[in-house]
């Protein structure tokens, strides 16, 4: 009597007691890197299977045109069905007649589903079913001869499966995968003749290279300072510009990139230059070579009217370490040169730049008696947090640090991101009473006044609205990425802040990454935040008022 299509067959017989088969178009061998006999094994342990039974289902996908029709794959009621009487097969043998009795139903993504299937079987508990090796060699011979209409991910699945199944890696179905894998990929290019690469244009492509941008190598770029011979002004730009993505404060390089500045001072223009110095204001590095400051005296006096936004970046690096020379805030403050700038693309960034630069006046140049950037023309200089500080945001400890000081002092006494004036952005301000306790935010006035009133730095101003002698204490985060790499030195950026802020009467308190980072839980950083109040003689709850 013949059996309905779709039904399984009579089972095969199962084989004596310790009987083993071969793989696919293989003769079995004994050696135990065979991953097909441990999965045969009874004693084959959860952890040899994990690769295999781990590996995620494959779901139906849509291949196009094969050769048993072009409908869509995985679209019909029948090809789902058949994909899940596949995966509830009991058997191997069950498995293949599966496969064999229904071949107009039966796509390219059913392949990998029966590999999977199969793999789970061997390795079920407590002992796996007996496997035939026809079967095993069905099934391949199977997956070989419609391997050409699979698509390239189909492949890939068939040809991990079969490798984890233990199929040998020179036999007739890792070949076959393995030769439609190499045909689907694109033809690669002849290869171009690359000329020979000579001194200088080395080190050029070796600092070009994406992967030398994002690992920073400190032992490579050490051995660069000391071939000065081979070193352009392109190859040098590309130095400076790894240094200050990567924060590396190598003295030895920064030395090489001063004196090749002074060496090469009538080859290089603005553009170039800015490039060179911006290390060393983002680093907080001022260099030995004597000659620095007056060659870039020197470039600033003669490309000022060339480049603005050259020139500005370049003072912008100079105030950052403390060395603003006042010929070239002469020019800069101009009305001729705010004029010019005024009417450019570049036009906010370069007032938000004169404006930092006024305000470093204001606070480090007593000595300054030229012109100054008109009130009209000044903007906020950082009116949000920076952008460091936002890509960061999930690694920072703000978010724990606010939460302790709710805690501790309660929400109306502390102010988080607050901006003060001329645009610096803090993290949390407190306002304190002569007395110490800690007021609420909202019944004083947090900002202290900006320019600041004549009285010695470093005192306290008065308080506008209550007339009581009060102070603003900051705290400062200083997270890991504030520093350079060594972790002592801070970046140029947040020294310039914390130095202004102290300038304007702010008391800071700056909280170290290494301390926030040895606080486990908010119990022990509550515990870190009250002592490091108390050290300041604050007071707060009942007893503080």
Known sequence: MRRPRGEPGPRAPRPTEGATCAGPGESWSPSPNSMLRVLLSAQASPARLSGLLLFPPVQPCCLGPNKWGDRPLGGGPHVQGLQRLLEQARTPGELLR???????????HHYPVALRRLGQLLGSRPRPPPVEQATLQDLSQLIIRNCPSYDIHTIHVCLHLAVLLGFPSDGPLVCALEQERRFRLPPKPPPSLQPVLRGGQRLEAALSCPRFLRHPRQ???????ARPEELTPH?????????ARHRLREPQLLEAIAHFLVVQEAQLNSKVV???VLPFGRLNYLPLEQ???????RILAREAGVAPLATVNILMSLCQLRCLPFRALHFVFSPSFINHVSGTPHALIVRRYLSLLDTAVELELPGYRGPRLPRRQQVPIFPQPLITDRARCKYSHKDIVAEGLRQLLGEEKYRQDLTVPPGYCTDFLLCVSSSGAVLPVRTQDPFLPYPPRSCPQGQAASNPTTRDPAQRVVLMLRERWHFCRDGRVLLGSRALRERHLGLLGYQLLPLPFEELE??????????????KLQALGLRWGPEGG
């Open 98 to 108: 599966w496969l064999g009795q229904n071949p107009t139903k039966v796509r390219a």
């Open 219 to 225: 032992h490579l770029i050490s051995s660069l300072a």
């Open 235 to 243: 190859v040098m730009v590309l130095l400076a510009r790894h240094l």
């Open 274 to 276: 800015q490039k060179l």
């Open 291 to 297: 000659q620095f400051m007056p060659c870039l005296e």
């Open 518 to 531: 040895s606080q486990r839980g908010l119990p022990q950083l509550k515990s870190y935040l009250r002592q």
